[in-house]
């Protein structure tokens, strides 16, 4: 199936789009956590992680269900395009931003203007998937495509780090890293530009040239309709709302480990952010495989029974590999966290898009996103408040184990619910 699809032209070119894209975000986020949370210069605590990462998603999260009514209406091939160059050039100012040593409300704001326009990049890319690939295929092509990207951000935060390890400590070096991020940003922009403007969709002919406010809040009622009418949609943006309080808890708990407790074991197993890098390279593993094994497992038992699986793993292995608090199980928990991760999320992506028309794609995707990143920040609050300072906590691991066993078996007694078919859309729905 891999094979069949990269032999499309169309499919190379939107992937090609995405690895260029995201490697630049690997880079530009290793950049953020060595300033914020490894910088010798500066000091962080749980609830100054926290913040940075609200302050980061959760202002751009709550606003993008309204960037998907644009790309319901404009091209997504040009939305590509300009994003990535618009994102070049704000990097360009998180760098000036660092290299002046100059934080708070600032350097978030900076920040959170990249993140924002991140946000029409990545459900750009996701709702025009389907125009590169049958539907048959969508499994195989979610699975190849986002998948790919997860390790092209990783490959690009690990390449990060081994530049920053020849630069000098400190702002400048960060800011540095910062500035490299324009290149693939700049890159992925001049790939997409090969296709032509209405290649990606929407396939409506009527985009408006401009769309006034009135126009966004119907288009979000309309695309809130559009979900709640799809009991599959729903369900699979509940799923995924649990996985990433999960996901959110132990992000943190892994920063709090690396940055304040873990002891080196051998010159295998550093701490810092090079240790943090080893348990991001690990997931990148873990993404992989999980990518190779989720199509044949989907096409043997279906989405359903699969996606109940991996979290019935998740709940068992994140347990079991955490609670040593051990550099190695450690890293080998964060392989199994992004193998549980990258099987849940291309099960949820190639729901969403079977079942969504793609006149709503646009706008199903802005809210997938902020279900995905608002859940995450406010496991991130909740982690500050709750979690200790070194992050070795038994009951933070055993509410993870509790939640990803909960959410397998609500979702073996609604298993029926991913039979559903496509919500059918009325001529006035679409206007």
């Given amino acids: 199936m891999a094979r069949r699809l990269l032999g499309r032209a169309d499919f190379r070119r939107l992937l090609l789009t995405r690895l260029a894209s995201q490697f630049g975000d690997g880079m530009f986020q290793a950049a953020l956590a060595g300033t914020v949370l490894f910088n010798p210069q500066r000091a962080a605590d749980p609830v100054d992680v926290a913040a940075g990462f609200a302050v980061l998603l959760v202002p751009y999260s709550v606003l993008g269900p309204f960037a998907g009514v644009w790309l319901d209406r404009w091209s997504r091939r040009q939305v590509l395009v300009v994003a990535n160059v618009v994102r070049a050039?704000?990097?360009?100012?998180?760098?000036?931003?660092?290299?002046?040593?100059?934080?708070?409300?600032?350097?978030?704001?900076?920040?959170?203007?990249?993140?924002?326009?991140?946000?029409?990049?990545?459900?750009a890319l996701s709702a025009g998937l389907p125009h590169t690939c049958d539907r048959p295929s969508l499994v195989s092509a979610n699975a190849l495509s986002t998948t790919a990207g997860a390790?092209?951000?990783?490959?690009?935060g690990g390449v990060a780090?081994?530049?920053?390890?020849?630069?000098?400590?400190?702002?400048?070096?960060?800011?540095?890293?910062?500035?490299?991020?324009?290149?693939p940003y700049l890159l992925g922009s001049a790939i997409v530009a090969g296709f032509a403007r209405p290649y990606l969709g929407p396939d409506h002919t009527s985009r408006a040239a401009t769309v006034s406010a009135r126009d966004v809040l119907h288009g979000l009622q309309a695309g809130a309709r559009h979900v709640l009418g799809s009991r599959p949609a729903t369900w699979v943006l509940t799923l995924?709302?649990?996985?990433?309080?999960?996901?959110?808890?132990?992000?943190?708990?892994?920063?709090?480990?690396?940055?304040?407790?873990?002891?080196?074991?051998?010159?295998?197993?550093?701490?810092?952010?090079?240790?943090?890098?080893?348990?991001?390279?690990?997931?990148?593993?873990?993404?992989?495989?999980?990518?190779?094994l989720t199509p044949p497992a989907v096409r043997r038992w279906g989405k359903a029974r699969w996606t109940t699986a991996v979290l019935l793993l998740g709940a068992a292995g994140q347990l079991g590999l955490g609670l040593p608090f051990l550099a190695p199980t450690i890293v080998a928990a964060g392989f199994l966290l992004g193998f549980v991760a990258q099987a849940v999320k291309i099960c949820v992506d190639s729901?969403?898009?079977?079942?969504?028309?793609?006149?709503?794609?646009?706008?199903?995707?802005?809210?997938y996103d902020a279900v995905f990143n608002v859940t995450f920040v406010a496991a991130l609050v909740v982690g500050a408040l709750a979690l200790p300072g070194s992050g070795a906590s038994v009951p933070a691991l055993v509410l993870v184990a509790v939640l990803y066993l909960a959410a397998a078996v609500a979702n073996t007694v609604r298993r029926r619910v991913w039979t559903d078919q496509p919500v059918a859309v009325s001529a006035s729905a679409t206007s």
């Fill in 240 to 292: 995924m709302a649990v996985h990433r309080v999960c996901f959110g808890l132990l992000t943190l708990l892994t920063l709090l480990l690396y940055r304040n407790t873990l002891e080196p074991v051998g010159s295998l197993f550093p701490t810092g952010l090079p240790g943090l890098a080893q348990v991001l390279a690990a997931g990148a593993v873990g993404t992989l495989l999980a990518a190779a």
């Fill in 351 to 367: 729901t969403l898009q079977e079942v969504a028309h793609d006149d709503f794609r646009g706008r199903v995707f802005s809210v």
């Fill in 151 to 156: 390790v092209s951000t990783v490959v690009g």
């Fill in 89 to 123: 050039l704000l990097v360009v100012g998180v760098a000036a931003l660092t290299w002046a040593g100059i934080g708070g409300p600032a350097f978030y704001l900076a920040g959170l203007a990249v993140f924002s326009v991140n946000r029409f990049v990545l459900s």
């Fill in 161 to 183: 780090i081994g530049v920053q390890s020849l630069l000098a400590d400190g702002d400048t070096g960060y800011a540095l890293l910062a500035l490299c991020a324009a290149g």
